[in-house]
């Protein structure tokens, strides 16, 4: 099963400092058919003004996940972690039991470009924790990056839920054959550039849910930036 999203088909909202795009139901933007996929709940894609963002707010029970894809993340919150985070840094919320936290652009002028991702958790109420690591672009490159795991393999963050995360940056000579175990699941979401996975054709917010395969050929790809999310099979 490959089940193709289209960036355009994603919910999309404008406030003012804030231009976000809603891979799922997330806010105001809902629809039955998109409102998560295994245990992936919330990709969302903002773009913030310089000088705004997120004042401090409270999440619980979700894993959450900040890709930077340009510009630079200030971030606070209640465990008394604060950090800015540029391009190439990952962070690693788990809400756990309840936390808070602020995001903001840290620049007054240049814009901040990130993906906000949220999965379930597979334990409620756990102890609330964070991390934040930088992955460089070579180690991206022509191939998949693990940049969060169960238990943190490989240098990666840890997740509490099963499932593996992946960033890779392909080029068109690029043929990454990725095999997909029984009873599990996948989700690609490019955050730049084009590529084919299995002979389909993502742009850019584009992304490809799979089930039943036995693997994924990604190649013909330009300027390509992804992640893929190995899961899974909740039910």
């Known amino acids: 099963m490959l089940e ?41 894609e903002d773009i913030i003004e310089g000088g705004h ?3 401090m707010h409270g999440h619980n029970n979700m894993e959450i996940v900040t890709y930077v894809l340009a510009g630079a993340l200030e971030h606070q919150d209640s465990m008394g972690h604060t950090s800015v985070l540029q391009y190439g840094d990952v962070q690693r919320m788990s809400a756990g039991h ?45 191939r998949l990056r693990l940049i969060a795991s169960p238990d943190g393999r490989k240098g990666s963050l840890s997740l509490a839920q099963d499932a593996l995360l992946f960033a890779g940056i392909l080029a068109p000579s690029d043929r990454i054959h990725y ?4 009873d599990r699941i996948a989700y690609l979401h490019v955050a730049r550039g084009t590529l084919c996975v299995n002979g389909v054709q993502l742009l850019a917010g584009d992304a490809l849910k799979i089930g039943d395969e036995d693997g994924l050929l990604m190649d013909k790809a330009l300027d390509a930036e992804i992640l893929l ?3 899974a099979l909740t039910l």
């Open 4 to 44: 193709l999203r289209k960036s355009a088909d994603r919910g999309y909202g404008h406030h003012a400092w804030l231009e976000t795009y809603h891979s799922f139901s997330f806010a105001t933007y809902y629809d039955p058919a998109q409102m998560d996929f295994g245990p992936l709940r919330v990709i969302n």
């Open 53 to 55: 963002g997120f004042t």
């Open 98 to 142: 309840g936390l808070k936290h602020s995001e903001r652009n840290h620049s007054a002028s240049e814009p901040l470009h990130l993906l906000q991702i949220w999965l379930t958790p597979n334990a409620i109420d756990i102890a609330p924790s964070y991390q934040e690591k930088h992955f460089d672009v070579a180690s991206k490159q022509h």
């Open 179 to 182: 095999r997909m175990a029984v």
């Open 229 to 231: 999310f190995d899961m």
